[in-house]
């Protein structure tokens, strides 16, 4: 049975954890698509204008990152536009605190994976790569959930 300690630090533990995903939204959300596509992001949006997935292929510049362009081809038939572009950037650079937090309670403890989801919250280069139509934020989100999947894999000896 818990004490009542133990689910108090748990709620206060929630409370902060839930304060650092919306410092994290609150940092990266305002002006998202203020400022017009530039290179890059254009280099990953036109080529998912095309018609056909096997068109954007063609396109894109960068073979490490087709998975991306393909993505935005579906997406964009949702919509355009610079903050729309930019969303699931930034949905992913909030998911990616709480998947450090996830992981670090689980190898580390809960002050440690407070803290460094709070770092992460205020990275600049976090923040400026969840305000970007880029490959960076889904891909960091990616690897510390599979960190996350791989350590609950061995707890669970799977």
């Not at 709070?118 to 880029?134: I, K, M, Q, T």
């Not at 891909?139 to 894999?153: D, E, K, N, P, Y």
């Amino acid at each position: 049975m818990e004490t009542s300690s133990k689910r108090l630090n748990a709620g206060l533990s929630l409370a902060i954890l839930l304060a650092i995903l919306g410092l994290g939204l609150w940092v990266r959300l305002p002006g998202l698509g203020r400022e017009s596509l530039w290179g890059d992001e254009i280099n990953l949006a036109y080529p998912a204008l095309q018609p056909t997935v096997s068109e954007t292929m063609e396109l894109v510049q960068k073979p490490h990152s087709v998975g991306y362009p393909v993505f935005l081809h579906y997406w964009m038939k949702a919509g355009t536009g610079e903050t729309f572009l930019r969303l699931p950037s930034l949905a992913c650079g909030v998911l990616s605190l709480l998947l450090l937090y996830l992981f670090l309670d689980r190898v580390g403890s809960r002050r440690v994976a407070l803290t460094a989801a709070f770092f992460l919250a205020l990275s600049p280069a976090h923040v400026r790569f969840s305000r970007e139509v880029a490959a960076y934020s889904p891909q960091i989100a990616v690897l510390i959930g599979a960190a996350l999947f791989w350590i609950r894999a061995l707890e669970g000896n799977r």
